[in-house]
């Protein structure tokens, strides 16, 4: 599975969009971006994913760049609860697929 | 999103004993499972995989005869920590996933497991 490099922490204010940046320059063609974010003593929670194209759900957003090689994901206005450690992870869809993490990023969001 | 459900939430055992923990995917049949184990201010560390009617298969490092993992049915994974030790002690997770229906995978609350 390629790796991905996601800056230790980030801050932001609550209310505001919080965009979380991961690079993943090693990805294969077949591989999806996954998010997961994990609160403290609690088992990860999916965000969102996407192969290609930019995707949006109810959580978040996700920016793929064109050559794939970065990702960002968009909380548009977080809030204290959203205050947990953020997985990019990138890995293959069919049969043969596992989710390998890194250490993620902590976002805390500031009232 | 899916739910995945992990029982006990908690558990201490005797050094020497064997802990058994659950992995139910509640709404969906899990063709594949997945077993985390996470110590404390790291990541979550792959144990194992397994499909259902399958062995599982087991990380490098992960000694398979310590952690048993069954996954007999499409909704029940086990993993089984034989003759447990503290340093066993740690933030076990599972994970579940139907790769025919889904690409993402769903994780279970985790279980914390204190050996003492």
């Known amino acids: 599975d390629a790796k991905t490099t996601q800056p230790t922490s980030m801050d932001c204010a609550e209310g505001r969009a919080a965009n979380l940046p991961c690079n993943h320059s090693?990805?294969?063609?077949?591989?999806?971006v996954y998010w997961y974010r994990q609160i403290h003593s609690q088992g990860p929670q999916y965000i969102i994913h996407?192969?290609?194209n930019n995707e949006t759900n109810e959580m978040a957003s996700l920016i793929i760049t064109e050559d794939r090689k970065s990702s960002t994901l968009i909380l548009p206005h977080a809030t204290l609860r959203d205050t947990a450690v953020y997985y990019c992870i990138v890995g293959g869809g069919g049969s043969n697929y596992k989710l390998t993490f890194g250490k993620g990023t902590l976002l805390t969001v500031n009232p | 999103g899916a739910v995945v459900s992990q029982h006990p939430s908690w558990v201490i055992c005797k050094s020497g004993t064997s802990v058994k923990i659950e992995c139910r995917s509640l709404?969906?049949?899990?063709?594949?499972m997945f077993w985390y184990r996470q110590f404390p201010k790291q990541s979550l560390m792959l144990m194992a995989t397994?499909?259902?009617?399958?062995?599982?298969?087991?990380e490098q490092g992960v000694e398979k005869d310590k952690f048993l993992i069954n996954h007999a049915s499409l909704t029940l994974s086990t993993l089984t920590v034989t003759s447990a030790h503290p340093e066993d002690s740690s933030f076990y997770i599972c994970?579940?996933?139907?790769?025919?229906?889904?690409?993402?995978?769903?994780f279970g609350q985790g279980t914390r497991l204190t050996v003492v």
């Open positions: 397994s499909n259902e009617g399958s062995k599982a298969t087991y």
């Open positions: 994970s579940a996933r139907d790769f025919e229906v889904n690409t993402e995978a769903f």
């Open positions: 090693t990805i294969s063609g077949n591989e999806y």
């Open positions: 709404d969906f049949q899990a063709t594949t």
């Open positions: 996407g192969l290609k």
